[in-house]
DNA sequence: GTCTATACAGCGATAGAC
DNA sequence: GTCTATCGCTGTATAGAC
């Protein structure tokens, strides 16, 4: 591996671990048994090793999404495709984790991951407005509803890095975290419709 | 206003506002125009002041909630106090915001912050409970279902606080987040509450 | 590319004068 | 109580030898 793989790579691990602001080049070359001077040959300061797995993050995440694109509407391939997501976001949870601390050191990251979820949206809208034409979502759901079924949504996933530990998750965190999202949805179910998926989502 | 207390507010106000790692004494003591040893005569050290302040913030939130004990199942007053509960969370908001840097410094917080929001929890399933057997939710909902739910509250609210630039919300936002958050029940209302609560909960 | 050495700034905290 | 001065440490980043 390069040395600028094994940098980055033991970056994103601590950035994960000990968070942004108190992992240090220092910290990170010597875990790699490097001097701090040849970390900083490859990258100049710590926002280009914050830029770079950002650009990765980004990069996976889109490939993630390309690929199921065509299948989105059935609800095994919802389920999987969060799930998919999920642990990509779980990989760089830092990015969501440190959120503030990123985007006041790099203002485009912030540009650019707003702009990642307010295309989340758009798709989460496509797929509950399937749903609804299909008589799959009970018919007595109102617009505004379906508009903040949306929000809720991308709050979900936005935030569930942060409340693992609040709720006591451990294991399994992105499938965990792609049942607990979805199944939201349940009760703008119909009926029959909500047997299937209980199913599909497991007891609890 | 006594020189302890003026530490303390300006320090909240520089937790929320920079974060609890970029804040520093110094910078306390300068925005009061007040020497760094002076500071650190009234709090011996930084943690002092995050404790004191998370003291304060237990002691308010355990007012709201002693307050409206009695008047919780109306759902005007669950609006109410949920309200009440985000706006206080909102003035102490680095505790949640920042609550891994937080909990590595003090642990007895994140032990006494676990034990409230279990007991929120189950305020929460008692409120759904008795929901559940005034007809006032459906009948099709399952247990697990109204477990999730109790979780999925916990969830928001200790997520709220990050999520509102996501969002995109910029002001009154305990108000928001308290419609935002109770707006979840909406689906599991029957037919002829839901109108009702849809209603008090105002367009989106 | 990788090292050592070092400059420089900022932090928490203490000592001692007033 | 409040101040100034200072210590010891840790952080980013650069210079120059190999």
């Excluded at 389920?79 to 998919?84: E, I």
């Excluded at 179910?189 to 599909?200: A, D, F, I, P, T």
Aim: overall charge positive.
């Amino acid at each position: 591996m390069r040395t600028r793989d094994k940098i980055l790579k033991e970056a994103l691990k601590q950035f994960n671990g000990l968070g942004v602001e108190k992992t240090t080049t220092r910290h990170i070359a010597s875990a790699l048994g490097m001097s701090q001077g040849n970390l900083h040959y490859h990258f100049a300061n710590k926002d280009l090793l914050i830029k770079e797995l950002f650009d990765n993050f980004i990069q996976k995440i889109t490939e993630v999404r390309k690929y199921e694109y065509q299948v989105l509407f059935k609800k095994e391939d919802v389920l999987a495709s969060m799930d998919l997501s999920f642990s990509v976001m779980y990989k760089y949870r830092f990015l969501f984790r440190d959120n503030e601390t990123v985007w006041r050191r790099l203002s485009s990251i912030k540009k650019a991951m707003l702009e990642l979820l307010a295309g989340r949206k758009v798709e989460i809208k496509q797929i509950i407005s399937h749903y609804v034409k299909q008589n799959i979502f009970r018919p007595d759901i109102s617009d505004s509803q379906q508009e903040y079924l949306a929000d809720q949504f991308v709050f979900n996933i936005t935030s569930w890095l942060n409340a693992s530990e609040y709720l006591g998750v451990t294991k399994q965190k992105s499938n965990y975290f792609a049942k607990f999202t979805f199944r939201q949805w349940l009760p703008y179910l119909v009926s029959e419709e909500m047997k299937n998926w209980e199913e599909l989502l497991g007891e609890k």
